[in-house]
């Protein structure tokens, strides 16, 4: 019995993809569609829009995190409140960033809103050990709150700073 092994095509896009970035935009660029690699091409935009999704999310669960920290966790609050706040920084400017980009994203952060605070509720009482009822379920903060850069739940006293 002989077996007959069919050739396999490995196109730029496997093997480089680099070099095909840079060939696809050049087709593009000169109007060359017959010879493009469209499913390729397809699945590099589709996975775009799905790439900053993704970072919305998790961008915000650890905002949400962070201000949990911030509101609950009153024994760590006053050694770490800096880190903290820079943490909470941080978030709230890779949101704006992919938001300044992508305004039409800001309907998918507020559906995605109640999801990630209890996420980032799961990670904060893991990491602070605190006991579950503590910490509502129901968000204790609004989405304009949480990216509102002049807001925080709990502030130190100015002799603190």
């Keep these: 019995m ?52 993704r970072a919305l999310s998790s961008y915000l669960m650890r905002l949400c995190e962070h201000l949990l920290k911030l509101n609950y966790w009153t024994i760590e609050r006053e050694r770490n409140f800096s880190g903290w706040d820079l943490e909470v920084t941080n978030f709230r400017l890779q949101i704006q960033s992919l938001l300044s980009d992508s305004p039409s994203l800001r309907s998918y952060l507020q559906a995605r809103f109640d999801i990630e605070y209890k996420n980032g509720r799961k990670l904060f009482l893991k990491a602070s050990g605190l006991r579950f009822e503590i910490v509502s379920e129901e968000p204790v903060f609004t989405l304009e709150q949480a990216l509102d850069e002049d807001w925080l739940p709990w502030s130190p006293s100015p002799k603190q700073q």
Aim: aromatic share 10%; net charge negative.
């Design 2 to 53: 002989q077996f007959q092994v069919k050739p396999t095509t490995v196109s730029l896009y496997d093997t480089d993809y680099q070099q095909w970035l840079d060939a696809t935009v050049q087709q593009l660029k000169s109007c060359n569609f017959d010879n493009l690699d469209r499913e390729n091409l397809i699945e590099e935009i589709e996975s775009l829009g799905k790439r900053d999704k």
